[in-house]
């Protein structure tokens, strides 16, 4: 599919009354919680429809609506609508997208038996030796893929990263996911976590993909250093500061780094969009010319 067509398909979708509606309780057994994000509700639960487990996602309506509100006019394309047009192995598949009786919007997506690669982060986890270039590469497909339908996830970040147990990257929640296209990405729309955030994206001025590159590179900084390239702070006026600064040299973390890694790590976290890897596949070929013992 052109992406010409890809976006007449995706703009022209069917209106909120044509979704599929359920009555969440009688199609769905609760299983428990597996998460919650700020604009979700995330469950593990059984199908009764196929009997087979899922991943159901409830979108809060307030928060979905005061999102969506950022775009006034542009006939935003919704998270499920989205995800229903996405097919790739290192992302999430979602099943289906319709509303609840309650008014919800939900999402029906594979279950993902693994762990976040936050976890992996904050545990220093001995999985991750070997491991973080073939992770970083698995990212890295998902996003070019993802920027090739012309898009933007806009929050990518370890906690929306899962590994499954056979070692395979799924990239998750496209709440924040936008068309890569010049009305969506003027200044001010200042979304994201914000310790991934690209300058740019602070200083309020014109975005584009490389604020993806941004994130990706504080990923793998953090893979590699089990820290952050600036202080950790959730204050935007203080992270404001930090972004006036260059990121703190990878091998302050890591003594063991070597000098090709830590260039590649100082690259990827360049202020200057300009200056920063430009694609996922300039950002694979640089990890290809690492040690493979990381």
């Known amino acids: ?22 009555n969440l309780k009688n199609r769905f057994d609760l299983l428990n919680r597996t998460g919650q994000g700020s604009m979700s509700r995330v469950w593990r639960a059984r199908d009764r429809s196929t009997g087979r487990i899922v991943c159901l996602k409830l979108l809060d309506k307030v ?3 005061q999102f969506e509100a950022r775009f006034p006019g542009l006939n935003k394309p919704k998270e499920g609508t989205i995800c229903m047009l996405l097919r790739h192995p290192n992302i999430v598949q979602t099943y289906e997208f319709g509303l609840t009786t309650e008014g919800e919007y939900y999402l029906v997506m594979e279950l993902i038996e693994g762990m976040g690669l936050n976890f992996l982060v904050e545990t220093k986890s001995p999985q991750l030796e070997g491991n973080r270039i073939n992770y970083l590469t698995q990212i890295a497909d998902a996003l070019e893929y993802l920027h090739n339908q012309g898009f933007l996830h806009r929050d990518i970040c370890p906690r929306n990263i899962m590994v499954n147990g056979e070692g395979v990257i799924k990239l998750i929640d496209f709440g924040l996911t936008i068309p890569n296209r010049p009305e969506f990405c003027k200044p001010g729309n200042r979304t994201g976590t914000p310790n991934y955030l690209a300058p740019e994206l602070i200083r309020r001025v014109t975005t584009d993909h490389r604020v993806d590159m941004f994130a990706l590179g504080v990923t793998a900084y953090e893979l590699f250093c089990y820290n952050l390239p600036w202080e950790k702070t959730e204050s935007l006026q203080t992270l404001l500061s930090h972004m006036n600064r260059a990121g703190n040299d990878p091998r302050e973390h890591r003594k063991d780094l070597d000098e090709r890694t830590a260039k590649f790590l100082i690259k990827a976290i360049e202020r200057d969009p300009a200056k920063r890897f ?17």
Request: net charge positive; no cysteine; proline share 10%.
């Open 63 to 65: 928060k979905t609506a």
């Open 278 to 294: 430009q694609t996922p596949a300039e950002f694979k070929e640089a990890l290809q010319r690492l040690p493979d013992h990381w």
């Open 1 to 22: 599919m052109s992406l010409s067509s890809f976006f007449k398909k995706l703009f022209s979708s069917k209106p909120k009354s044509n979704l599929p509606v359920i």
